[in-house]
């Protein structure tokens, strides 16, 4: 299976001032807490020499900083609420004296960077892409990116002899079920010499193709409730193995990779917006050559 990739050119997330920020999920990882009650765009929130500071101010710079104009102080958790205003009246009393670089080209050259970023953001963000054009993606390319390999569930237990191994799987033979994999576990801890022993010779789901070949074939061979009734024999010393699980080719559900493919194709279609605007430049190059 393929990952779909996500351009770094448009990756908002990257820019943002504030950890957890990120549009709808303000109310994410770090930005957790209930909004300030009675919140409303005219509420004044400081004042700096005279000069009232609103809400509307604050969510301006907000939305300037993280190139997010969905981000508002009323749905922020009350308790960042002053960080921000305070960042804010900081950045107003630096800019006093940063202004005085307005006028060199190097700001200049800045500013132009700064409101293409936030043009593409903008644009980024007004792309719509419909569930009927995700899904139809998702069917045209599943086999691609979306299909899932082979994985077994399984336990072990590791010896150091062929003969040690045997007396395990003779121990074993005869039980089902719960009373196997309870017997397998116990024997697991006090036998394997694996690392898996402490979780009595778990190793969970995993791709065949991990695993040295020996061990994947032997595996591959069994159907889940089965051990092996001969001892395996890899680099690692002989193993013992019981498979618990096991999951043939399927396909990731599109509920779970649907704002994947959204975000794919939203950028998809800024890029081709990109192309037709530049293949309307007529640029002609006049770089010295060495």
Same mark, same amino acid.
């Given at each position: ?10 990756? *908002? ?87 005085? *670089? ?26 719509? *892409? ?53 017997? @397998? ?29 020996? @061990? ?19 680099? @690692? ?54």
């Amino acid at each position: 299976m393929r990952k779909i990739i996500i351009g770094s050119m448009i990756s *908002v997330a990257a820019l943002f001032a504030f950890p957890g920020m990120q549009g709808m999920g303000m109310h994410g990882s770090g930005m957790q807490g209930k909004p300030l009650k009675g919140l409303t765009n005219k509420t004044v929130l400081a004042t700096v020499d005279g000069r009232k500071i609103t809400v509307a101010e604050i969510n301006a710079y907000l939305q300037g900083i993280t190139g997010d104009n969905r981000i508002r102080l009323q749905d922020l958790p009350a308790q960042h609420v002053k960080k921000f205003v305070s960042q804010y009246i900081d950045t107003l009393e630096l800019y006093k004296k940063a202004k005085s *670089v307005e006028n060199t080209p190097q700001f200049k050259a800045a500013k132009m960077k700064l409101a293409v970023d936030m043009w593409l953001k903008k644009r980024y963000q007004d792309i719509k *892409v419909s569930d009927k054009e995700a899904k139809t993606f998702y069917e045209k390319n599943k086999d691609l990116y979306f299909k899932t390999t082979p994985k077994i569930k399984a336990r072990h237990i590791l010896v150091k002899s062929e003969k040690e191994a045997q007396k395990l799987i003779n121990e074993l033979k005869g039980l089902h079920g719960k009373a196997l994999e309870e017997k @397998f576990a116990k024997l697991a801890k006090k036998y394997s010499i694996g690392p898996s022993k402490v979780n009595g010779g778990e190793l969970g789901w995993f791709d065949p193709k991990q695993m040295v070949p020996a @061990f994947s074939d032997a595996a591959s061979r069994l159907k889940p409730g089965q051990i092996t009734l001969k001892p395996v024999h890899t680099r @690692f010393g002989y193993h013992v193995i019981l498979v618990e699980g096991k999951q043939t080719n399927s396909y990731l559900p599109f509920d779970k990779v649907k704002n994947q493919i959204i975000n794919y194709l939203k950028q998809q279609k800024l890029m081709n917006e990109i192309k037709k605007i530049k293949a309307q430049e007529k640029v002609k190059y006049s770089i010295p050559n060495n």
